[in-house]
């Protein structure tokens, strides 16, 4: 995974008032918590955030005030409900080599059993501990020719060198659903009987 190099500055202003004046100005508002620490209250481009966002648990590179660089994962974003925005976000602080724990999307490939079966995530993502600097983006499974009733445990995925499970081995990821066969309107044959005499 390659990191992501932004800038970010230190701000004293807190508050609602503070926040919009910040979003105004295409800025971002933030917070760096971690390692024991106290948390650092932080000002990001917002449009350059937004792009390294676009990719799950990305690595940020933190230049904090031209001084301090810092490696961080997101770890909560905040969205404006309706324009999507971005409102706020924390960030964790990590170092190289250490293991953290995050979710990585999951993705299925492949054509189930014919029959018009359903398959239904029941993890979107998988929760998984890896070294900070050597997170997947995502994982992907194969359902090719699964039938209904079949489910995809947590520990049947191939997960990548260093990257273990953070959920139970038999947790359900994916499972195949029979179609539901439409049922016909009640009444509907008797009123064709009727008809018909």
Same mark, same amino acid.
Do not use: C, W
């Given at each position: 995974?390659?990191?992501?190099?932004?800038?970010?500055?230190?701000?004293?202003?807190?508050?609602?008032?503070?926040?919009?004046?910040?979003?105004?100005?295409? %800025? *971002?508002?933030?917070?760096?918590?971690? #390692?024991?620490?106290?948390?650092?209250?932080?000002?990001?481009?917002?449009?350059?955030?937004?792009?390294?966002?676009?990719?799950?648990?990305?690595?940020?590179?933190?230049?904090?005030?031209?001084?301090?660089?810092?490696?961080?994962?997101? %770890?909560?974003?905040?969205? &404006?409900?309706?324009?999507?925005?971005?409102?706020?976000?924390?960030?964790?602080?990590?170092?190289?080599?250490?293991?953290? $724990?995050?979710?990585?999307? *999951? #993705?299925?490939?492949?054509?189930?059993?014919?029959?018009?079966?359903?398959?239904?995530?029941?993890?979107?993502?998988?929760?998984?501990?890896?070294?900070?600097? #050597?997170?997947?983006?995502?994982?992907?499974?194969?359902?090719?020719?699964?039938?209904?009733?079949?489910?995809?445990?947590?520990?049947?995925?191939?997960?990548?060198?260093?990257?273990?499970?953070?959920?139970?081995? &038999?947790?359900?990821?994916? $499972?195949?659903?029979?179609?539901?066969?439409?049922?016909?309107?009640?009444?509907?044959?008797?009123?064709?009987?009727?008809?018909?005499?």
């Amino acid at each position: 995974m390659s990191e992501v190099k932004i800038a970010a500055e230190t701000r004293t202003e807190f508050g609602k008032g503070a926040a919009r004046r910040i979003r105004r100005a295409d %800025k *971002v508002p933030g917070v760096l918590y971690g #390692h024991g620490s106290d948390p650092i209250h932080l000002t990001f481009p917002g449009h350059e955030l937004l792009l390294a966002l676009r990719t799950p648990n990305v690595l940020i590179a933190l230049d904090i005030d031209g001084k301090s660089n810092e490696l961080a994962i997101p %770890k909560a974003v905040q969205r &404006d409900p309706l324009k999507g925005f971005l409102e706020h976000v924390d960030l964790q602080l990590v170092k190289r080599g250490e293991k953290v $724990q995050v979710e990585i999307p *999951v #993705h299925a490939e492949g054509e189930l059993a014919p029959g018009g079966n359903l398959l239904e995530h029941v993890l979107d993502a998988l929760p998984v501990e890896a070294e900070a600097t #050597h997170i997947p983006e995502s994982v992907t499974v194969s359902v090719e020719g699964l039938e209904a009733g079949a489910s995809v445990l947590a520990k049947d995925i191939k997960l990548p060198s260093g990257v273990t499970l953070a959920v139970e081995e &038999d947790a359900v990821v994916l $499972q195949v659903l029979a179609a539901q066969a439409e049922e016909a309107p009640e009444g509907a044959e008797e009123g064709e009987e009727a008809a018909e005499a």
